[in-house]
């Protein structure tokens, strides 16, 4: 564990961490409510953090002055990308494809096609986790615009693909 926070004897001390300039106390310690806050909240910043509680003279119980919790950093989705996989030619298969770089927890995608035909596809044709869309025996008719929404709990991010057939 690394300190990052401290007040003993009166003085407010952060150390040395690349939270330094993002950390604090949240009230005054003359509240007894020693609350912390992290500004401008990066995904490394995910971790377990422990507050710890001493006071002079006072018995040091190891399971009654410490408490944890558990920060995640949620990250929207990058801009996915949008790739063609085949040859869009009458009969043929072609697999549409989508990704994106970031993203905690990962993005799931989905995939639809644009008005004028607006179409949602399901699995097997779509894999969701993967970012695949399977167009089999194609025909002039499956020509469109193509768009891929990458979604987490912090965001969504879309591509868009033109298929000529």
Known sequence: PVQILSYLGGVVKVE??????????????????ISMFINAT???DSGQ?????????????LDKNVG?????VLVPPAAPTCQLHGNAVVG??????????????????QWQRESPTLQVFFPPAQDRARGTLKLTNL??????????????QAGFKNCSIVLEV
């Open 16 to 33: 040395e961490t690349d939270l330094k300039p993002r950390v604090g106390f949240l009230y005054h310690i003359d509240t007894h409510n």
């Open 49 to 61: 953090y422990m507050c710890s509680v001493n006071v002079v003279d006072d018995t040091i119980r």
């Open 139 to 152: 025909s002039l008719e499956m020509s469109g615009v193509y768009v891929c929404r990458a979604e987490n």
């Open 92 to 109: 043929a298969n072609v697999t549409l494809s989508c990704s994106s770089k970031k993203g905690k927890p990962s993005p799931m995608y």
């Open 68 to 72: 944890v919790i558990n920060l995640t």
């Open 42 to 44: 990066r995904e490394q």
